[in-house]
């Protein structure tokens, strides 16, 4: 089964505003999402960059949101614990919460927000990287999908 996910104001493919990089306030985007099967209970969310020049990049995991959610708000704090029992991991920036893009010279670079539907929250602790959240999740996904934005370092 496949969740329809939209970045909010981003057609999929096309740039990433400039508030939701490192050039820019590198804040949060908003998403949305749509077509979570019966028994979802909560979701899990990766935004990473396959473009990296050594490899997957890491900019966002999260998860435990609940099942009934449909949104996440925009500029979500650094925080490893959030309301609701939402819980955000380190990026490969060695940070905790979201990452913007901030692509080295050359091609735009991809992002894709990855989304989990999940059959129940997760007892990850927080902090967590994505590769311990793709194995906590292992068994327990019922829907996925994702959408893309693109970034290319700015010039002077």
Not at 112 to 126: E, K, N
Request: charged share 20%; with cysteine; aromatic share 8%.
């Amino acid at each position: 089964m496949t969740l329809t996910v939209m970045l909010a104001g981003v057609a999929n493919g096309r740039p990433l505003p400039h508030k939701h990089t490192a050039f820019g306030e590198d804040k949060s985007p908003a998403l949305t999402w749509a077509g979570a099967p019966p028994g979802t209970r909560a979701f899990a969310l990766i935004c990473d960059d396959p473009d990296a020049p050594g490899g997957v990049w890491v900019h966002w995991v999260l998860w435990n949101l609940p099942g009934t959610a449909t949104a996440l708000a925009e500029g979500l704090q650094p925080d490893d614990e959030l309301p609701d029992g939402v819980r955000q991991g380190e990026n490969d920036f060695g940070k905790i919460g979201y990452g913007g893009p901030r692509p080295p010279p050359g091609p735009a670079h991809r992002y894709f927000f990855r989304l989990f539907a999940l059959d129940a929250p997760l007892s990850l602790p927080p902090r967590a990287d994505r590769r311990r959240l793709l194995a906590a999740m292992k068994g327990h996904i019922l829907a996925e999908g994702h959408t893309m934005a693109t970034c290319a370092r700015e010039t002077a």
